[in-house]
């Protein structure tokens, strides 16, 4: 079972940047792809980026070049460096694992406003 925490969001202005968190439980984090997705009002929930167990990463368009996904697995932990933000990068994030077997787990999500 994974357990995933995310942290790091906030407010930050058109351009900025914020680097988000994703702490996971378990003992088996290093076998699990790992990814970031988001959801805004109205929207539905999207992964924007993902890292396998391996570290081959993959982002949508919309973030490509902005965003780096990045893991260590030493630390149980995925981060999602984000720059480069734009007011419509305003959403909750959230953290998704799988392992390609059926489990799959999000975590609780993490508020990021960009705005003036």
């Known amino acids: 079972q994974v357990q995933l925490v995310e942290s790091g969001g906030g407010l930050v202005q058109p351009g900025g940047s914020l680097r988000l968190s994703c702490a996971a439980s378990?003992?088996?984090?290093?076998?699990?792809?790992m990814g970031w997705g988001r959801q805004s009002p109205g929207n539905q929930r999207e992964l924007v980026a993902t890292?396998?167990?391996?570290?081959?990463?993959t982002y949508r368009d919309s973030i490509k070049g902005r965003f780096t996904v990045s893991r260590d697995n030493a630390k149980n932990t995925v981060y999602l460096q984000m720059n480069s933000l734009k007011p419509e990068d305003t959403a909750v994030y959230y953290c998704?694992?799988?392992?390609?077997?059926?489990?799959?787990?999000w975590g609780q999500g993490t508020e990021v406003t960009v705005s003036s």
């Open positions: 998704y694992a799988w392992n390609g077997l059926g489990d799959a787990h």
């Open positions: 378990g003992r088996s984090f290093s076998t699990y792809h």
């Open positions: 890292i396998t167990a391996d570290g081959v990463t």
